[in-house]
């Protein structure tokens, strides 16, 4: 089995990541940490070194849990819900894990909802996770 986690290095995909390499754990599955970015000259150095930096991290907490695991740092010129839809697609992934948080109807206006699109695209089942309450 393989797991999908869209990870951004917030606290929710920080949650979506520890529930999926606990799955990962029960049910013997990789799990692929995918960070989607735009690409191209829009791009920042300090964006793509802090995605980096969040790949390796999210990397280094499930291989201490051992959880077999891989990275990917996606620039392939679409939204992040589309990215990882098809990257899910291409990969054949059993299942996709990701982190939502509460935004306003402006701003979902404004700048779309990745996850709902990957609830409603995604070719396997999805898990949305909230950052748990302190």
């Known amino acids: 089995m393989k797991y999908l986690v ?14 999926a390499g606990t799955y990962a ?3 013997g599955a990789r799990v692929i940490i995918a960070i989607s970015m735009g690409g ?5 150095p300090e964006k793509i070194g802090k995605a980096a930096e969040d ?7 499930l291989k ?6 891989e990275t990917h740092q ?14 899910a697609e291409e990969n054949d992934i059993d ?17 779309g909802s990745n996850a709902q699109y990957i609830i409603l695209k995604a070719p396997c089942p999805v898990v ?7």
């Open 25 to 27: 754990k029960t049910f």
């Open 74 to 87: 996606l620039a392939r010129g679409m939204s992040p819900g589309e990215d990882l839809v098809s990257f």
């Open 55 to 61: 790949l390796a991290f999210a990397e280094k907490f």
């Open 128 to 134: 949305t996770v909230k950052k748990y309450p302190k």
């Open 6 to 19: 869209g990870y951004t290095g917030s606290e929710e995909a920080k949650a979506a990541l520890s529930l």
């Open 95 to 111: 299942q996709i894990f990701i982190g939502v948080e509460k935004v306003s109807r402006t701003q979902k206006i404004i700048v």
């Open 64 to 69: 201490e849990k051992g959880v077999a695991c």
């Open 40 to 44: 191209g000259r829009g791009e920042k």
